[in-house]
């Protein structure tokens, strides 16, 4: 497939300086208003309740919890996160729009933490996602977690400049990596409903690491996924 398909990805450079301005503008008001999608995984989101009310009030900072990930823009994944979890903290984080955000927090999350030996828990969580910033600790503390999204904020608003706060970029420019790691965790005949190499051409991110074997592997296995059927018990 690579072969076939000559891929340059789009620049993206600006050369007008009205245009990077209007940039600029942009990320500064991205980074003050983020909304979390409120899916905790592991122990560490208990530190999240005192984070967001009135002691810390992550409010302030612009950000508040969300619901659906079809209008999230954080992914927070507070602690392990077992093989079955990972499968839909990817449904989730690939059903969130772009531009979107992953912050690990927890230990567990960079290496697997006190969990680094159990086969149910996947180590790290960079091997399956792109991960913005990870905030360590068993568990951090609030004010570590306001910290981490503080980073966060800070490399949105400065992106344009140092490249830090596009993370989720690297999903459909390294498409294949991630999707080997899926694979090699969940199977080879893993797939979501998703169709990210079609995204990573819509917003122009393709590139050639986007294909490999896994993504042939995927092409070959793919299919249609329905609806989830409900069927609903009549009592007798
Ligand atoms: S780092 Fe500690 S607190 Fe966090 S998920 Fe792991 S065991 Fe739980």
Redesign the pocket.
Known sequence: MKKELKIKEKSTERTNPLARVFDDFISFCQSKSLFMLHYCT???AIELPPAMTSRFDMERLGIQPMVTPRQADILLI???VSVKTLKRVILTYEQMQSPKYVIG????TVNG???WQSYATAKKLNEYLPVDVYIA???PRPEAVIEGLQRLKNNIKNDRKEQKGSAWKDYFRRYDYYLGNQQHLFGDDWQTPTDIIAEAKLYGLETEETYGKHTDQLLKIQKPLLPQEMKVRMKP
Request: charged residues 0%.
């Open positions: 592991g122990c560490g507070t602690g392990y927090i927890c230990s567990c933490g006190m969990y600790g068993c568990m």
